[in-house]
T-cell receptor, first 114, second 111 residues
């Protein structure tokens, strides 16, 4: 079975550029989560969707961050403009049931902003 | 201050030794999940505990949820090099509709 698929796996870009991270959740899962992981802050929930609707975006650090889920099989996390402190590993996860059931994580996107 | 305090942060032990990882909080959780993460990969769920006092076993791993549902522990018996990784606990707050992660415990098992 295909798991959560994230792309790209690695992204290196210069400060000020727009960055778009992509996620395809597991088919049939109706909740999707975006996380950021750093050494300093660990794993932080940025935003989550239930049935394609954003439920809680209180973890989004700034207005430079935005996330969309246009349909049940695709979500994007966009950073515009990017800054060096945005460098981290960004994970997408999905769950079969609404709420915070067991999270199925993708392998992440390692983002480096120079 | 982390809502879910995980300890120790780092553990380096010899193969065959036992170890325990703790997650503690002043908040009550409706459930608590344990994950293991390897380099370059996302966390993988090991177990979910939902009932106060619950104990679950997964081969050499024993998970316990505190009676008051504010803390949890992971005990590994006779650790093996394959147990090496980052262990994360995550609690679903009973009030607040949030899932919070501990900072993680990096475990290294030397052969």
């Amino acid at each position: 079975d295909a798991g959560v698929i994230q792309s790209p796996r690695h992204e290196v870009t210069e400060m000020g550029q727009e960055v778009t991270l992509r996620c395809k959740p597991i088919s049939g899962h109706n909740s999707l989560f975006w996380y950021r992981q750093t050494m300093m802050r660990g794993l932080e929930l940025l935003i989550y969707f239930n049935n394609n609707v954003p439920i809680d975006d209180s973890g989004m650090p700034e207005d430079r961050f935005s996330a969309k889920m246009p349909n049940a099989s695709f979500s994007t996390l966009k950073i515009q403009p990017s800054e060096p402190r945005d460098s981290a590993v960004y994970f997408c996860a999905s769950t079969a049931a609404g709420g915070f059931g067991p999270q199925h994580f993708g392998d992440g996107t390692r983002l480096s902003i120079l | 201050t982390q809502l879910l305090e995980q300890s120790p942060q780092f553990l380096s032990i010899q193969e065959g030794e036992n170890l325990t990882v703790y997650c503690n909080s002043s908040s009550v959780f409706s459930s608590l999940q344990w994950y293991r993460q390897e380099p370059g990969e996302g966390p993988v769920l090991l177990v979910t505990v939902v009932t106060g006092g619950e104990v679950k076993k997964l081969k050499r791993l024993t998970f316990q949820f505190g009676d008051a549902r504010k803390d949890s522990s992971l005990h590994i018996t006779a650790a093996q090099p394959g147990d090496t990784g980052l262990y994360l606990c995550a609690g679903e707050l009973e009030y607040g509709n949030k899932l919070v992660f501990g900072a993680g415990t990096i475990l290294r098992v030397k052969s």
